[in-house]
């Protein structure tokens, strides 16, 4: 269990450091802002929506590790993906980082987005790490108010 720590933790190292899809999106036709007070991390999240599907998705942002990691996996996780496939992921994550389903009816779809499953030992963590999630969802549908975790 502990090499499989240190390699989450290696992984939310390297996303933080060298952060996915990072900066703004030209041809975004959507965008929201978020913003979790607790911690003080904010994200802007950028998508280009193809009808229904994630066409392409970048954030810009600025938070602790945790805020910056997941929202560089979130948005691996959701190009390519229809909206409804995006907010099911977001579902599946959810449940994943405040524990409120077993792993083992998580892990096929989660992928990647496991590493963060340890934040639910630390609750004001999982707004850290639900924050670029929240703020895509509101980016998909169009919400104008910035997205809190409060
Ligand atoms: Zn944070």
């Keep these: 269990m502990s090499e499989l720590r240190e390699l989450y933790q290696e992984l939310i190292v390297d996303h933080n450091k060298n952060p996915r899809n990072y900066g703004v999106l030209a ?4 965008r929201a802002e978020g913003y979790n007070p607790l911690c003080g991390d904010k994200v802007t999240i950028y998508l280009h929506l193809d009808d229904d599907q994630v066409r392409d998705v970048s954030f810009e942002g600025a938070g602790c590790a945790i805020s ?5 996996l979130m948005t691996q996780a959701v190009k390519g993906r229809t909206v409804a496939e995006a ?3 977001f579902q599946d994550f959810h ?3 405040t524990g409120e389903k077993p792993d083992s009816e998580l892990t096929e779809r989660i992928g990647k987005l496991a590493v963060l499953a340890g934040v639910r030992e630390f609750p004001s963590r999982v707004k850290c790490a639900t924050l ?3 703020t895509m969802h509101n980016a998909a549908h169009g919400e104008a108010a910035p997205a809190k975790t409060e």
């Design 27 to 30: 041809d975004a036709n959507r």
């Design 68 to 72: 910056i990691a997941s929202a560089s």
């Design 95 to 97: 449940a994943l980082v």
């Design 132 to 134: 670029a999630w929240h």
């Design 87 to 89: 907010e099911a992921l």
